[in-house]
């Protein structure tokens, strides 16, 4: 009892101090300018060459190195704050699968430093967490359809871009130690998280290598109960290796070689108990042993190596890159669904590719800047999703795609800027001939017959514009309109699997080609800086995933769709010391599942999330000593009619509201150690994820974390 009401006095005393810090300072001088011309000056990859942010016209959001580091003193779990701080991304549902988290209400095409790290080709959705966010230096979300990297981008990119050399003589490094765990019911929930990272220059040479483990307790919600077993973060591993090493062959020519490898493993002590969504009864676990063998990643490998130089020629820069990708990824186990035998899936994905571009100065004067990139794109991606005993579920597809590119930036008296580019894409798949599975329901009756595939080769060819422009004349409000287009070959797997003919041929692979609209303005007035988009994005094939009530099987459903919706983020420094951000998000989406030119039918929450409001206060009340409270609010989403049974066809569930908090604060005890205290779900709210809510199935439907804290320091030496 002492215990739960010293907790209760913590939190309490957390937000009055943060209230009483705001109040004292609400009269303290003004902030000059800084952050907001350091902010116009941040370079971007939203294009094939590094652009300022001042310069591109459409929505890029950007996680900072400040803002990355105050979350993560709260949660690891990158899919969960990349929820809570992007506008139009679907918020986390706290799991390994980021099953739902669309971008604009399509799918996001995962990258590192440039490198995808999505399988398009068999999308298992777990790509987001695909790196630990302790070697990210930031996060770079470009949004809306774009074909800058490719295939898989029709909502757009995350791309993680990593840690670099420090510009420093000599020998540094940082250690970073956690303790972590339930605040509100800690038995058993105490886990932990160990890092080191060093780095150096000498000479021409400059690395930094980092190393990070953290194993994690039990994860209960607000009541104690253990979450949802499956795909949880509760009681599982991570590890991750990272390196990067540059040479400056010469003042204009340098190459960099980059190395990351990520493993993610479950080790559960308890089995799944099924909740029962029409009494509110969320699934749970009771100790016990999990069939199968572990899930997660057992290893996801990324080798990229890089060339630049500066003037190859005249006016002239130069840009190479050559990757390599492997990952391979274990999903839960399935009693009886495969020819009436238990089973396991695994997607296995490979990735070759390498690029090359040019940057030219064409045209450059007092009225006049005028560049080209232009260059060619060459991947090799082989994907299969075959059970853990040998039995093939989806045959391995080859993928060989080339894409020659160009992009042009035309720069007017310094205020009108204007984006365009073009992009063809001809992309061919072969597989072999195969055996579809026989799947089995609970009974053992058969839903889907196996029946013999011929293989074959399937074709794509897709030419992609973009074009944007945008007007800088005046701070206090700068416009933007843009145009872009999006090609992904959807998720072929899916389809190959669930196949109903006997030829490839005849199945509806046809890839997806997304037209996206947007239109907005940035405005700096004062110390207030105010972001507004509104998009509208259309495609004549849809990649709506829905459940087929006749066989039990999920299905993608080529229906034609549109999505539209607006963004606003608001930022205020009140001065040098105290800050606050909100942002707002709505996308809704509706299908013409006649093909008469009419949206009849809305679009599932798998696709739409519901309404988003987030939001923080930031306070640095003493030198050294930062405080920031932060806030998530879900909005109800009700679309679609009940059932006679009082359940809602899967995915179509609707979303009640639900409103969560969280705390960190950090401080600087001297130049080299500081210390971090973070505390997600603040208040101990009780809640169901959205995506539980709107999945409907009993397995799934499972509540947020409860309270809990993450208490580190760091060294620095």
């Known amino acids: 009892m002492v215990l739960k009401y010293t907790r209760s006095i913590i939190r309490v005393v957390f ?43 459409h929505s890029v959001y950007i ?69 630990d966010p302790a070697v990210v230096e930031r ?26 050399p420090e510009q420093k003589k000599g020998l540094y490094g940082q250690t970073n130690i956690n303790l972590t765990g339930g605040l ?4 058993n929930t105490v886990g932990g998280k160990i890092g080191q990272l060093l780095g150096g220059s000498w000479g021409k040479w400059s690395g930094v290598i980092s190393a990070n483990f953290e194993q994690t307790g039990e994860y209960k919600d607000s009541k104690g109960r253990i979450i949802v077993p499956n795909y949880s973060f509760g009681e599982t591993d991570f590890s991750n290796v990272f390196g990067k090493l540059g040479y400056q062959i010469s003042s204009k020519q340098r190459i960099l070689a980059t190395y990351n490898f990520n493993k993610t493993q479950q080790h559960t002590n308890y089995a799944v108990v099924n909740g029962d969504y029409l009494t509110g009864t969320p699934t749970s676990g009771v100790l016990g042993t999990q069939p199968g063998a572990p899930t997660g990643t057992r290893g996801n490998h990324n080798v990229h190596l890089q060339y630049t130089h500066d003037q190859i020629w005249q ?27 238990d089973g396991q899936s695994e997607i296995y994905d490979s990735k070759k590719g390498v690029r090359g571009a040019f940057n030219s100065r064409v045209l450059y004067n007092d009225t006049f800047y005028t560049t080209f990139t232009y260059g060619l794109d060459a991947l090799n991606d082989v994907t299969s999703q075959p059970l853990l005993d040998g039995r093939i579920w989806v045959p391995k597809m080859h993928m060989n795609n080339l894409a020659p590119f160009v992009e042009t930036e035309w720069i007017i008296h310094n205020d009108i800027i204007v984006n365009g580019g073009f992009r063809f894409e001809n992309t061919n798949i072969s597989v072999d001939d195969y055996q579809t599975l026989r799947l089995t329901n609970a009974n053992g009756k058969t839903v889907t017959p196996s029946i013999s595939v011929k293989g074959g080769d399937l074709s794509y060819n897709a030419a992609l514009y973009n074009i944007g422009i945008r007007f800088n004349r005046f701070k206090a409000f700068s416009p933007f309109v843009s145009f872009s287009q999006g090609f992904s070959v959807a998720d072929i797997g899916l389809a190959l699997r669930a196949s109903k003919v006997q030829d490839i041929r005849d199945i509806n692979t046809t890839a997806v080609k997304v037209n996206n609209f947007e239109i907005g303005s940035i405005s700096q007035l004062g110390n207030l800086r105010l972001e507004l988009s509104a998009f509208y994005s259309t495609s004549k094939l849809g990649t709506e995933m829905t459940y087929d009530n006749t066989t039990g099987v999920f299905v993608l459903d080529r229906t034609p769709e549109h999505i539209y919706g607006f963004e606003a983020l608001a930022n205020y420094r009140f001065n040098s010391r105290l800050e606050a951000n909100a942002t707002f998000s709505y996308i809704e989406g509706k299908q013409d599942t006649a093909s008469t030119g009419h949206y009849n039918a809305y679009m599932n929450g798998r696709r739409i999330s519901a309404p988003k409001v987030t ?22 989403r009700n679309r679609f009619a009940q059932l006679s049974s009082g359940l809602y066809n899967p995915y179509e569930g609707p979303v009640r509201a639900y409103h969560v908090f969280s705390f960190n604060g950090s401080y600087a005890v001297n130049r080299n150690v500081s210390l971090t205290l973070g505390i997600d779900n603040l208040f101990n709210t009780d809640y169901f994820l959205a995506r539980s809510q709107y999945y409907v199935l009993n397995t799934l439907y499972g509540k947020g974390r409860g309270s809990s804290f993450n208490l580190g320091v760091v060294i620095r030496y």
Request: glycine share 8%; with cysteine.
């Open 15 to 57: 937000v009055v101090a943060i209230a009483l810090c705001s109040w004292i300072d609400m009269h303290a001088q003004e902030l000059d300018s800084i952050k907001t011309q350091y902010l116009n000056e941040v370079t971007v990859s939203a294009s094939r060459s590094v652009r300022p942010l001042k310069n591109i016209p």
């Open 63 to 131: 996680l900072s190195p400040k803002s990355l580091a105050e979350d993560l003193s709260i949660s690891t779990d990158i899919t969960d704050l990349l929820g809570k701080e992007v506008p139009g991304l679907a918020p986390g549902a706290q799991s390994r699968s980021n099953s739902g988290q669309s971008l604009r209400g399509r799918s996001a095409l995962i990258m590192i430093d440039g490198v995808p790290q999505t399988t398009p080709l068999r999308n298992g959705e777990v790509d987001i967490r695909s790196i």
């Open 139 to 164: 996060v770079e979300v470009i949004k809306g359809a774009t074909a800058i990297y490719g295939n898989g981008a029709t909502g757009g990119i995350i791309n993680y871009i990593t840690k670099l």
């Open 184 to 187: 509100a019911y800690t038995a």
């Open 315 to 341: 006016n002239t820069s130069f840009v190479a890159d050559a990757y390599y990708t492997s990952r391979h990824d274990v999903f839960y186990y399935s009693a009886g669904r495969f020819d009436g035998v």
């Open 615 to 636: 939001s923080y206060i930031s306070y640095a009340p003493l030198t050294g000593l930062n405080l920031r409270l932060q806030y998530l609010g879900v909005l109800s």
